[in-house]
């Protein structure tokens, strides 16, 4: 079993930045990319950016511009850069599998939380 842990949330004001980690650990042989999902309250959970070792990469339009993913895919770690954060981007940010089925076990995820 593959156990995912992300970290580096917290509360910051309109228009600042965040970086969020997320490390993969356990059966990761078969990890072909990985991708940062967030779910708002009351919402669905959604695809906010995906990396594939190969290196491509993929952003949900509302972050375009603001936010960048990269990753170690050695390591197994994947990492989000997020600038210029709106209150809209308030929301439990999760690691998962990207563009590979079946997704692992949801992590605890870890709060961002923008003010205005």
């Known amino acids: 079993q593959v156990q995912l842990v992300e970290s580096g949330g917290g509360v910051v004001q309109a228009g600042g930045s965040l970086r969020l980690s997320c490390a993969a650990s356990?059966?990761?042989?078969?990890?072909?990319?990985m991708g940062w999902y967030r779910q708002a309250p009351g919402n669905q959970r959604e695809l906010v950016a995906g990396?594939?070792?190969?290196?491509?990469?993929n952003y949900a339009d509302s972050v375009k511009g603001r936010f960048t993913i990269s990753g170690d895919n050695y390591k197994n770690t994947v990492y989000l850069q997020m600038d210029a954060l709106k209150p809209e981007d308030t929301a439990v940010y999760y690691c998962?599998?990207?563009?590979?089925?079946?997704?692992?076990?949801w992590g605890k995820g870890t709060l961002v939380t923008v003010s205005s």
């Open positions: 356990g059966s990761t042989f078969s990890i072909n990319g």
């Open positions: 990396i594939s070792w190969g290196g491509d990469t």
């Open positions: 998962n599998r990207y563009r590979t089925l079946p997704m692992y076990s």
